[in-house]
């Protein structure tokens, strides 16, 4: 619903040609919620020659890491340590066996294209080197432009693009509307209150918040005991989600990204707003914990703010000492959010 035409100009520029033996190569990307792994899981399910295969790479930091997944749903398990040539040499026989062509879909594909520069070389010489046909389908928020600078773009060869633009208002009521019907019951929603989630998340252009709000209010109106759905539930419902932090963000920042994440959290711990001080400082910890040096703190921190995670301001400090940044997180606790970047920093 509502990508039928991303959906055939992904036809026309990967599967089409695949199906008839030419392999591409293609970046998905689009903001949150806007419906690339509903789209990219609806491919994998309907079409039939060739095949699509869909891997999340949500968790992964190599590209080997991907073609073992990729393996293992063919039924074939491998050692985590094989080399590219061995991985190589089985989706060679794979393929040869299947007898149609294959499109591998990496679905949150970030740290795999920011970090794994040897993988990719792998990946995309595959048809010189071992004479492996394979289209990929790589999904990811950012902007192309923003994730490779100009000489790996160079080095990687040609790539083309498709952008998944935010929902509109009038989509997004389309998709709320859908799950509305499947989930709640006839009198549980008038078509004026799933216009005002539209509305609320329309700003956000993303259908998860949409369903997010849905099922928030529902439950609220439900321990109201209350059978419907009322404004003020949905507006309860909008205060209660945080669109910037989403676990996907998370995932597609880089390692030096999640540790200055860390540091700000661990200096707001117990203040209401940080500074660069107090942010170097835990950073010089959390590095030598996790072995990284020369992180441009600057830029880290401009990249948090034009992510959202982060808000900046600046303070006077009074008596012609000058003025200095001031840094804060607003929609998430910073124990929730601390939590969640170990975890993907240990994984
Ligand atoms: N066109 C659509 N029709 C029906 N449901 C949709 C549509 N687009 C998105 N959704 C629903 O909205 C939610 C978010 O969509 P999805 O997970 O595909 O977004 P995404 O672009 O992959 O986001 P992220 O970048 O955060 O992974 C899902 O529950 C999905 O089922
Ligand atoms: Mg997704």
Not at 104 to 123: P, S, T
Not at 217 to 234: G, N, Q
């Amino acid at each position: 619903m509502a990508r039928d035409g991303e959906i055939e100009r992904i036809m026309e520029t990967v599967i089409k040609p695949t199906k008839n033996g030419i392999t591409t190569n293609l970046i998905l990307y689009g903001d949150s919620g806007t419906g690339k792994t509903v789209t990219m899981r609806y491919l994998a399910r309907e079409i039939r020659d060739p095949q699509v295969v869909y891997v999340n790479a949500i968790a992964y930091r190599y590209v080997k890491n991907v073609l073992i997944d990729f393996l293992s749903k063919f039924g074939i398990i491998v050692p985590e340590r094989s080399s590219y040539a061995s991985l190589f040499t089985r989706i060679e026989g794979l393929l040869r066996n299947q007898g149609k062509n294959v499109i591998l879909v990496i679905d949150e594909a970030a740290n795999i294209l920011k970090g794994d520069y040897d993988g990719l070389y792998y990946l995309f010489r595959s048809k010189d080197s071992f004479d492996v046909n394979i289209s990929t389908i790589f999904v990811v928020m950012e902007d192309p432009a923003i994730l490779f600078d100009a000489k790996i773009r160079k080095s990687y060869g040609i790539f083309s693009e498709i952008k998944f633009r935010r929902y509109t208002k009038g989509e997004i009521y389309q998709i709320v509307m859908n799950r509305a019907v499947q989930s709640l019951t006839g009198e549980g929603y008038d078509e004026d209150v799933l216009d005002y989630i539209a509305e609320v998340s329309a700003e956000y252009g993303s259908a998860r918040v949409g369903i997010d709000i849905l099922a928030k209010a529902a439950h609220i109106a439900e321990y109201r005991r209350s059978p419907k759905i009322s404004f003020d539930d949905v507006r309860a419902a909008r205060s209660m989600i945080s669109p910037f932090v989403t676990e996907s963000k998370l995932a597609s920042m880089d390692y030096e990204d999640l540790m200055v994440l860390l540091s700000i959290c661990r200096c707001l711990s117990a203040s209401r707003f940080t500074d660069v001080d107090c942010i170097s400082r835990n950073l010089s910890v959390i590095s030598e914990q996790y072995g990284k040096k020369d992180i441009n703190l600057y830029d880290r921190i401009k990249r948090l703010e034009n992510n959202g995670i982060i808000s900046s301001s600046i303070e006077g400090q009074g008596r012609g000492e000058g003025v200095k940044k001031v840094i804060s997180i607003y929609d998430i606790p910073v124990s929730v959010l601390t939590e969640k970047i170990e975890n993907l920093l240990s994984a």
